[in-house]
């Protein structure tokens, strides 16, 4: 199995897919079929990497000011406990620490992607929290202890955001075309990741001038580095679209076939 990056953009996607939602359901029926779905959201964000045992997770609805459509929407895939130990102990023999939640649901960050590609709900999910008070390269060194789920057809779904300004989000014109920091941040990301340059994206915030612009916290580019982390292979973007003037959309799937290219859609 392999692992997947992607932009989750707003909430909205679930209602409005849009060429991102065309494309994720591509990547989905293009996959081999997985055991079990891993997913890192920016949107579980603790102080310890914390998993999730829950046996049928809740569709948490963690956002506000939404259409109702929206809030009706449910995705009842079963849980993965038992990937979720398993997790957990792959941390602790790095002497990572850890911790479990009983009951922990999936976020938006999780369930709009997986409704997108999975649209059945049949597959066994589990969520691993990011630590965005951590560092890149702390994500990325438990990306490395992942890589062994792989081997186990088990696939890493990183949920995020490669451009992720709120405030800009907020106070620009959701119309208008991408701000000017949008694509060079994008293009410079993608260079390092088709480079395989890590300490040079890890350090992202001092090399990329557009770097703090693009995050201004850090929490939606957590599961990037855990993705590069945990990926075998060489990466394929993906550039559907970007949305409300500052989300690029883009996605990354690792494969060890595969050439590192960019597509769009």
Request: glycine fraction near 6%.
């Amino acid at each position: 199995m392999t692992t997947l990056f992607v932009s989750h953009g707003a909430p909205t996607l679930a209602i409005e897919p849009g060429k991102t939602g065309q494309l994720l359901a591509e990547i989905a029926a293009d996959l081999p079929r997985p055991e079990a779905i891993l997913v890192v959201s920016a949107h579980w964000d603790t102080r310890v990497p914390t998993v999730s045992l829950a046996t049928q997770p809740e569709t948490i609805h963690d956002f506000a000011g939404f259409p109702p459509a929206l809030y009706a929407k449910q995705y009842p895939a079963p849980g993965a406990a038992a990937l979720a130990q398993q997790v957990a102990t792959l941390l602790q023999s790095h002497d990572i620490a850890v911790q479990a939640h009983p009951q922990r649901g999936l976020d938006h960050g999780a369930w709009v992607p997986l409704m997108l590609m999975y649209p059945e709900a049949d597959i066994p999910v589990t969520q691993l929290s990011i630590q965005s008070r951590s560092t890149p390269a702390q994500q990325f060194a438990l990306g490395r202890v992942l890589q062994a789920l792989h081997a186990q057809n088990v696939l890493i779904l990183a949920s995020g955001a490669i451009t992720h300004n709120l405030s800009d989000f907020f106070t620009g014109d959701r119309e208008a075309a991408p701000l000017p920091y949008v694509a060079p941040f994008a293009d410079w990301m993608a260079e390092r990741i088709a480079q395989q340059q890590w300490p040079s994206m890890l350090n992202y915030r001092a090399e990329c001038p557009q770097g703090v612009g693009a995050h201004p916290s850090e929490d939606h580019l957590m599961p990037l580095f855990v993705a590069a982390g945990s990926a075998i292979g060489v990466a394929k973007r993906f550039t559907p679209e970007n949305t409300y003037g500052i989300l690029a959309m883009d996605a990354y799937l690792w494969a060890e076939s595969r050439g590192t290219q960019s597509m769009g859609h």
